[in-house]
């Protein structure tokens, strides 16, 4: 890809070598459970007394959980090697496009895009989803409308699945960014409703889909990224496809157990996820990801 020359989103938050405090959940706990401690006196008992602890420690120069900061993870700076300092620069690039792409692409609609933040981590990190450790791979979370990555993912996609290369590692990044524009699109709100009235199965069915649009989406940035400011090289639209193949479900299910079973895919099949990134980056056009209506 080239990409060295191109402006670098402001969107990425750099949290590689930082340590999650270990209170960082404690106010995500307690905003899941205040309904429940508003209700009871007990609760908002806990709650006023919470409170004038936290606040009178405050006020008197008292730190109630020394050596933890308010933004969950440790503060101190961390030197990156060259070649980490080379992949943040790479992921604010082609953030920055993707960016630009979907300004575009909805602004032509009418609808405001709000540009999410990437937030690179090492390890686990805290969102507004939970708690989560590198083990999940990249994910979106529609609570703060933000993506999380650990860049230790790319050398696990190059050398456990045999997809290396610096369009597939855009591909993952464009992907997440899919799922934030049906975050917009409010596709997100439609499936998670659908999922909680139907079947394990049925919500499987339509988590598929839901991937299999953010695929779509991702091949529309590349087909965008590639013919309005050329930044693809021959070859890279392979590296794509061959992640997407990669980490399909059903090679995935395959290589952990042996066997293959269709009905709990939660991303679709290898077959699948390569057919709709290309028909987005055949047609550039949003219109093709209508992955509810099977077309």
Not at 24 to 33: E, T, V, Y
Not at 203 to 217: F, H, I, P, R, T
Not at 269 to 294: H, L, M, N, P, Y
């Amino acid at each position: 890809m080239r990409w060295e020359d191109k402006r670098k989103s402001s969107n990425v938050e750099d949290r590689r070598g930082q340590q999650v405090a270990a209170g960082a959940g404690i106010g995500a706990l307690l905003f899941r459970f205040l309904p429940f401690l508003i209700r009871s006196k007990l609760g908002r008992t806990l709650l006023i007394v919470g409170a004038v602890v936290f606040f009178g420690s405050r006020f008197l120069g008292v730190d109630v959980a020394p050596g933890l900061s308010s933004g969950g993870g440790s503060q101190q700076p961390v030197q990156l090697t060259e070649e980490q300092q080379r992949m943040g620069d790479f992921v604010a690039v082609i953030l920055a496009d993707t960016e630009q792409t979907w300004h575009d692409i909805l602004g032509q609609q009418g609808i405001t895009y709000r540009e999410p933040k990437l937030i690179l981590f090492t390890s686990q990190v805290n969102s507004a989803c939970g708690m989560a450790s590198a083990a999940v791979g990249p994910f979106y979370c529609p609570g703060d409308e933000q993506v999380y990555i650990d860049l230790s993912f790319y050398e696990d996609l190059k050398n456990r699945h045999g997809a290396p290369g610096d369009f597939a590692q855009a591909y993952v990044i464009a992907h997440e960014i899919g799922h934030h524009v049906q975050n917009i699109l409010g596709t997100s709100e439609k499936v998670h409703r659908v999922q909680q009235m139907g079947s394990k199965v049925e919500g499987n069915k339509m988590s598929v889909k839901l991937e299999l649009q953010a695929d779509c989406y991702a091949g529309v940035w590349g087909y965008h990224a590639n013919t309005e400011r050329h930044m693809l090289d021959s070859g890279d639209l392979n590296e794509a496809l061959v992640a997407a193949s990669a980490i399909g479900d059903d090679r995935l299910q395959k290589q952990a157990t042996g066997r293959v079973t269709p009905d709990s895919f939660t991303h679709g099949s290898s077959e699948q996820r390569v057919a709709w990134f290309k028909r987005g980056f055949e047609s550039g056009d949003i219109s093709q990801c209508d992955t509810f209506s099977g077309g």
